[in-house]
Each structure stands twice: as C-alpha cells, then as structure tokens.
C-alpha cells in the first residue's frame, strides 16, 4: 500500500523558516517524481514544487521561487521542502504528493501556519 | 500560466441522478506525444484529494464506472452517471503540460 506522511509543519513568524519531510512507503520511491502541493484555508490546490526521480530536474511555482527548496534522499525514501522567508500567505496544508503528471498519492497533508 | 475554468462552481444533486461538470482551459493540454495532460480529482471533506480520471478518459484504479471522463484540446468533461452520497467533497481538474502544474478553482458537489 502507497504511503505519503507529511511532518514538519507548525506556527511559525513571518520571515521564520521550516522544513517540511514527506516519509513514502509501499512503492520504489526512487522510480518516482515527487511533488508539493499547499492548499489555503478554505481554498483551491496551488502547485508548489516538483522534482525528478534522480534530482535531475527541479521546478517551483513563481509564489515560492528563491525561498523554497525541495530536494529528496531516495536512500532514505523521504521528500523535503525547506521553506524560507516564509510569509502569511504561505498559510496551507501541504501535501506531498506522487507522480510526473498528474499526482496519483497524495499524504494526508501538514498545516503550516505563518502568523506572528 | 495556463488557466483552467470549471463550471459550474456548486452542484446540488438528488441521488440517483447524473450530474457533469466543465473544465476549459486557456491553452490545448494535447502534447506532442499525443497524451493529453488533464486529470480530474475529488476532495472528500477533511481528506486529501484523489485521483478520478488520468488523460482525460482513463479511471484511476478503484475508482467506479459511475465516473467518466471526456474531452479534447481545450474543453473537457467530468460526469457522474448516478450520483451517490459518498460523491460529495469538491472536483478539481488539473492540467501538466505545462509547469506549473495548474488546478480549477474547485466544484463542489453537493447532495439534495
């Protein structure tokens, strides 16, 4: 069975950082790209970060570009979004999710709240 | 960016009864490699959401036959053929041709 565990969010104050770790189970996680996506409070989807299997390629939504990083450890099986500069508008649960195309898993998310 | 519009925003839906929902987007999702990028996803209240429908037309595995999908190029169509009470939560499509990955603003779907 697919497994995607979000951990890592919390209050933070604006300008504060957090990373955030995805734990993936019951799949070859290193055959796979990997993706973050954050939903506002009471909002739609917003794509945040994807990257490759190997690390090879790396994309950001232009909201996040400059201070979230996502990388990964395939040894590991663990996702992670570092997030810095982090502002009110980044308020969301973020979801880690599977897959190059359309994200077939996703974790149940983590609330992260950027408030002072 | 492409922008992806679903319409209508709300549905209310007796049981039993079909019920389908628009998406369009402002650029063709058909790529080179002849797939065309669009998916479709439900949100069950205070879950995550998951997959319904890959490329269009393909149903993700477990998901029932009362879902299909339709469409090309631009415009693209998600129908519930018997609506029932575990169908209620908001439909997204989403489209990866292009990065950023991008989401409509969200149906929701509720029962009568």
């Known amino acids: 069975e697919v497994q995607l565990v979000e951990s890592g969010g919390g209050l933070v104050k604006p300008g504060g950082s957090l990373r955030l770790s995805c734990a993936a189970s019951?799949?070859?996680?290193?055959?796979?790209?990997m993706n973050w996506v954050r939903q506002a409070p009471g909002k739609g989807l917003e794509w945040v970060s994807s990257i490759s299997s190997s690390s090879s390629y790396i994309y950001y939504a232009d909201s996040v570009k400059g201070r979230f990083t996502i990388s990964r450890d395939n040894a590991k099986n663990s996702l992670y979004l570092q997030m810095n500069s982090l502002r009110a508008e980044d308020t969301a649960v973020y979801y880690c999710?599977?897959?190059?195309?359309?994200?077939?898993?996703w974790g149940q998310g983590t609330l992260v709240t950027v408030s002072s | 960016d492409i922008v992806m519009t679903q319409t209508p925003l709300s549905l209310s839906v007796t049981p039993g009864q079909p019920a389908s929902i628009s998406c369009k987007s402002s650029?063709?999702?058909?790529?080179?490699?002849?797939?065309?990028?669009l998916y479709w996803y439900l949100q069950k209240p205070g879950q995550p959401p998951q997959l319904l429908i890959y490329?269009?037309?393909n149903r993700f595995s477990g998901v029932p036959d009362r879902f299909s999908g339709s469409g090309s190029g631009t415009d693209f169509t998600l129908k519930i053929s018997r609506v029932e009470a575990e169908d209620v939560g908001v439909y997204y499509c989403m489209q990866s041709i292009q990065l950023p990955g991008t989401f409509g603003q969200g149906t929701k779907l509720e029962i009568k």
């Open positions: 650029q063709s999702l058909l790529h080179s490699d002849g797939k065309t990028y």
């Open positions: 490329e269009v037309s």
């Open positions: 999710a599977r897959g190059e195309y359309g994200p077939d898993y």
């Open positions: 019951g799949f070859t996680f290193s055959s796979y790209s």
